[in-house]
């Protein structure tokens, strides 16, 4: 059972406001990442980091930003957010050793900007 | 390039019949890992199966059977005997061994309709 938790689960917010989205994993696991979907359900990795001080843009192109000051916590935060961010953005982590271990997700955030 | 083509988009049966999803990958890596993600309707992400690419070992776990065949570059995954609970979107996934992301499909929705 992976314990990784992301708040708020649900998120209705206006246009201009910033937003912080919260990601906790109690597992001790190094490397985390970001995953935004789309409606069409393709997945895509906007955000990672394999540690604390570490983080590094994912594949698409993203105007939010990360943090990981802790290793347990990796919030995703959008300065200003507009409709095109209306998405849902879920959470994953793993062990750093062994290239075999699964990411493990947390149950996601559905924002959507009014 | 690393691509994995989930081509079903969409799949609806009726309960205990048997379904096979099809998951093609291309990979340029001679070591690859590979996952099944199943997505249901509460949104989070849950792990199914991994393989490594050396291990062409097919995998039975209860209603769930994997086939690994490395000549054709499949990984399909059936669901024997399905149920309603079942129902979900399923992701096919890549591990891109350099760069340690994941590379997913585009997902099946699959409807297990009584």
């Known amino acids: 059972e992976a314990d990784i938790y992301q708040t708020p689960r649900y998120l209705v917010i206006g246009t201009g406001k910033k937003i912080t989205l919260e990601c906790s994993q109690t597992m001790g696991h190094d490397k985390m990442y970001w995953y935004q979907q789309d409606p069409g359900m393709e997945l895509h990795l906007i955000h990672y980091s394999y540690g604390v001080n570490s983080t590094e843009k994912g594949d698409l192109s993203s105007e939010s930003t990360v943090s990981r000051i802790r290793t347990e916590h990796f919030p995703l935060t959008l300065e200003s957010a507009r409709p095109s961010h209306t998405s849902q953005y879920l959470c994953?982590?793993?062990?750093?050793?062994?290239?075999?271990?699964?990411?493990?997700f947390g149950p996601g955030t559905r924002l959507t900007v009014l | 390039a690393q691509k994995v083509t989930q081509a079903q988009t969409e799949i609806s049966v009726v309960e205990k019949e048997d379904v096979t999803l099809d998951c093609v990958y291309e990979?340029?890596?001679?070591?690859?890992?590979l996952f099944w993600y199943k997505q249901p309707p509460s949104g989070e992400l849950v792990f199914l199966i991994r393989?490594?690419?050396?291990?062409?070992q097919n995998e039975i776990s209860g209603r769930y059977s994997w086939n690994f065949q490395k000549s054709t570059s499949s990984f399909n995954f059936t669901i024997t005997a399905s149920q309603v609970v079942d129902s979900a979107v399923y992701f096919c996934a890549l591990r891109d061994y350099n760069t340690d992301k994941l590379i997913f499909g585009t997902g099946t929705r699959l409807q297990v309709f009584p």
């Open positions: 990979t340029r890596d001679t070591t690859y890992y």
């Open positions: 393989r490594n690419s050396f291990d062409e």
């Open positions: 994953a982590s793993r062990r750093r050793e062994g290239s075999y271990n699964e990411q493990f």
